[in-house]
């Protein structure tokens, strides 16, 4: 195994010197070995930790994450943004705002993306969010496991279950589709017919909601 002395170690994991001594001082990073001379020395192994590290990094952010479906959802967003926004300012809260528009069963959202990247940097204390199934509708627990494993807690502010019924018919639609596409014959045939039907009842749902609406 290769080893490497304070100066060059510094260099590979991008710290200054005084802060690979202050971390070996606090206990964060012993060198692997200390020379009768009082050299230090660090393994590759410990090159590659450094790097990989997130408890080394400051922890401080707090991210209200927000999602709605679609753009006709709009102005959804906006009043879930200031409902978190709210929150957070009466916790007292030093925070950043990561919104996206997209299906809660679509995993490679621009904002998610960003918030996954933030988490295992070590930058992300906590996630608020307004509902459960604003970071995903299926996989919560993927997020939740990720996390953990570094450290970032997730904050709901709403438990009660709650469904939109749009919200979850477009997601249902998206996941036949995908398998759909796969199929041939009788079987491609019954998706279709299952998709017209999601569509038909998510029609229906918007009339009587406009209906109820105007009486």
């Not at 009043?79 to 925070?95: C, D, L, W």
């Amino acid at each position: 195994m290769k080893y490497y002395s304070i100066g060059p170690f510094s260099k590979l994991v991008g710290k200054s010197i005084q802060t690979i001594r202050l971390w070996d001082s606090e206990g964060k990073l012993k060198p692997h070995h200390v020379t009768e001379g009082g050299h230090r020395y660090y393994s590759e192994q410990q090159v590659n930790q450094v790097l990989h590290m997130p408890l080394i990094k400051k922890v401080n952010k707090i991210i209200g994450y927000c999602r709605v479906s679609s753009n006709k959802q709009k102005d959804d967003l906006e009043r879930q943004i200031e409902n978190v926004r709210t929150y957070m300012i009466a916790k007292g809260y030093s925070f950043e705002i990561i919104s996206d528009i997209g299906s809660g069963i679509d995993y490679n959202k621009k904002g998610l993306n960003q918030l996954i990247d933030m988490i295992t940097n070590g930058e992300v204390e906590k996630i608020v969010v307004l509902y459960k199934d604003r970071l995903l509708r299926f996989g919560y627990e993927l997020i939740e496991n990720l996390c953990n494993k570094y450290g970032t807690m997730i904050e709901v502010i709403d438990n009660t279950e709650k469904a939109e019924e749009q919200e979850l018919v477009e997601d249902l639609i998206q996941i036949v589709t995908v398998f759909s596409c796969r199929m041939q014959g009788k079987r491609a045939d019954k998706a279709k017919k299952m998709i017209k039907k999601l569509l038909e009842d998510g029609e229906n749902q918007d009339t009587e909601r406009l209906h109820t609406k105007n009486i």
